[in-house]
């Protein structure tokens, strides 16, 4: 009887530690989000300033995070910093991985995004979002723009947007 006692405690001890840790984890991924999120804004203002992108219908959301790769700004590596823990990898997604994006939305406008656990908004305003981005893309270098890929989880999902807009 007493050992029943003993190993009930310490998988209620284990069933906490594990919920805890879960609950940790989801938090500090969170906030290695805020500061990706907060880096890319950084690097895309110098970009901006440095750069000055023309209207051409070949220019698509990602023509500025190419440039930025290309000039240096960021690479891969800064791209892919959040994959070990995203939530597309958690749902099981394993050919997921979560990146951080700079869409350039036309003119000196940018979204940069990426998926959090919890604080962002849903995924449906994050596509109008994202889609509103390619419309306005495609509008500033009259081009016949494409809409966002949706991915489909059946889990609630939710993002982090800074939205920019460097006119000034």
Request: net charge negative; glycine share 8%.
């Amino acid at each position: 009887m007493e050992m029943l006692i003993v190993i009930v405690v310490i998988a209620i001890l284990a069933a906490i530690g594990f919920v805890t840790y879960g609950t940790i984890r989801r938090n500090a991924y969170d906030a290695k989000v805020d500061l990706a999120l907060n880096q890319a804004e950084k690097l895309v203002i110098a970009y901006d300033r440095k750069n000055k992108p023309g209207k051409d219908p070949s220019l698509d959301v990602h023509f500025v995070k190419n440039q930025m790769i290309q000039q240096g700004y960021i690479d891969d590596k800064f791209i892919n910093q959040l994959k070990d823990f995203s939530p597309m990898r958690a749902y099981g997604m394993n050919n997921r991985d979560n990146w951080v994006r700079i869409l350039w939305c036309g003119g000196h406008k940018y979204l940069i995004t990426a998926e959090a656990y919890s604080n962002g908004i849903p995924e449906d305003d994050y596509y109008d979002e994202t889609d509103a981005c390619h419309h306005d893309n495609s509008v500033w270098n009259s081009s016949f723009g494409g809409g966002t890929g949706h991915t489909s989880t059946d889990k609630p999902r939710y993002f982090r947007i800074k939205s920019l807009d460097l006119s000034s």
